[in-house]
């Protein structure tokens, strides 16, 4: 989608929002997969309002893109636009232990300035890629722990009111992959309160989480991380395993050899190749166990 009028062009300029017309989703999603539109960066969380009114008065479909780390976005010419915030500068602000941070943060990068400032606690999240906000919102978690358990407070804006609002972490639900936000929600900071503990005693724990993850997963690759949820008391990547499916490929779309759990992009993947591949091994493993697998990859395919 492209947005010519000029005078919303303009509008977007009073904002303080840069338009970036023809830009590939592509190279803004860990996968490496997904068509072309307008992405508007925001730079300031008070012109959200303004800018989301000025969007549905013209008719003009969105989506809110985080760090691209979870996502599958379809093919060709995108029909919506796509927001993205970009992190104020500092994006971590420490007080105490509470740590106040953009959503537009890096996740690895946040865990890594907390942990230098002896706050600990997120170990296990450090090699996982994408923003605060992205992991805020599915509740991202590994080897043990997830974002949820340290949140004191969100500001976001709720689509539905069309306000931004704060909300105290007793308010919001965390669950396995899975967060109380409407999926119109969109994250804007967060307060994590965090354990202190010693520096090196952080690194340690860093270092055995990344050892873990080097050696089940396939870290250099384009991928989305996991695809599917693991249902409750099994593993997605153990059953798509079983079935011999490791390296099983459609165009470019391929289960990993090293983690079944994991669907790379080995070059020139399309969107349709990797849905088809989703869709395949799903039917599958329902076929096998009987189980529906739930994707845990967000898609954009409208
Ligand atoms: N397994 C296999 N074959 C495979 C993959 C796994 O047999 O191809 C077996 C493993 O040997 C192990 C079991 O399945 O006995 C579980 O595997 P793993 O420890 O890799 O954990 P997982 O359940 O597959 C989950 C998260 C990961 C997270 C790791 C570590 C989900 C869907 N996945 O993986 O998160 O990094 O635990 O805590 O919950 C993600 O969410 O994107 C993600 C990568």
Partial sequence: MHISDPRIVASLAELGVELRPGTQLSQLTFLGIGGTTDLLRITKHESIPDLLNLLDANHIPHKFLGGGSNLLVRDGELPWIVLQLVPPEPDVVLEGNFAHVDA?????????????????????????????????????????????????????????IRKIETLRGHQISFEYRHTSFAPDDMMLAVTLELPSKPYKQILEGIRICNE????????????????????????????????????????????????????????????????????????RVERAYGMALENEVVVWNG
């Fill in 104 to 160: 537009a943060a890096d996740l690895g990068r946040t865990v890594t300035f907390c942990a230098k400032r002896d706050l600990g606690g997120m170990e296990g999240l450090i090699g996982v890629p994408g923003t605060v906000g992205g992991a805020l919102r599915m509740n991202a978690g590994a080897y043990g722990m997830q974002i949820g358990s340290y949140v004191r407070e969100v500001k976001l804006y709720r689509a539905a």
């Fill in 212 to 283: 873990k993850r080097r050696s089940s997963q396939p870290l250099g690759q384009k991928s989305a991380g996991c695809i599917f949820k693991n249902p409750p008391g099994a593993s997605a990547g153990r059953m798509i395993d079983e079935l011999g499916l490791k390296g099983f490929s459609i165009g470019d779309a391929r289960v990993s050899n090293r983690h079944a759990n994991f669907f790379v992009n080995e070059g020139q993947a399309s969107a349709k190749d990797m849905l088809k591949l989703i869709a395949d091994v799903r039917e």
